[in-house]
């Protein structure tokens, strides 16, 4: 069996538990802390399968790209040529 068949048997067998929970709630009424535990279990137990189900159909993250090696030796000292130097401003204006 897949683990999608799984899930699906699980689903429907969760299914199966909501439906007799409500005609259990029918019967005894909602009012008794045993019951809203019960009920509140079953809804957890739906949510928990969803979450598993969306987890196992999101594709996995992409592998992460090869590492680019960057080489030691000084960049050219023209590409800063035109450039500020960072946080310091201008070169010909005063900082505030």
Excluded: F, N
């Excluded at 689903?11 to 029918?26: A, M």
């Excluded at 019951?35 to 196992?56: T, W």
Aim: one cysteine or more; hydrophobic letters at 35%.
């Amino acid at each position: 069996m897949s683990v999608h068949d799984d899930l699906t048997t699980v689903q429907r067998c969760l299914d199966d538990l909501y439906r007799s929970v409500g005609r259990l709630e029918k019967q005894l009424g909602s009012g008794g802390l045993e019951m809203r535990r019960v009920l509140v279990d079953a809804d957890h137990l739906r949510e928990s399968v969803a979450l598993l189900r969306e987890a196992v159909t999101t594709p996995p993250a992409p592998a992460r790209p090869d590492l680019v090696s960057i080489p030691d030796t000084p960049y050219d000292p023209s590409l800063w040529i035109d450039s500020d130097d960072e946080g310091l401003g201008a070169r010909d204006r005063r900082a505030p």
